[in-house]
């Protein structure tokens, strides 16, 4: 919007911040034109936050995802289950 790139872009524009698991989902797509609601309605995001909200499970002990080493810094992807 304002020519810089947003926080929740994915790809290139994927933001590590040190000290933050960023988690990229670009993979379920998005459900509406904002792009916020797949929390919702993905069952794969649902999976992941309740791995998190539930067991406090860190990033490497939760079901779907995997690590992705990229330019030395270290994020994680949803995999979605077929």
Known sequence: MHGY???GDAGEYLTIILGVNTIDASVVGNWEIT???YYRYEPDVI???HE???ANRPPESRSNLRQIKYKSKT???LV???
């Open 5 to 7: 790139s947003r926080l």
């Open 35 to 37: 792009g916020h609601r």
């Open 47 to 49: 999976q992941d936050l």
């Open 52 to 54: 998190i909200l539930t």
């Open 75 to 77: 994020h994680w992807e």
């Open 80 to 82: 979605t289950q077929p």
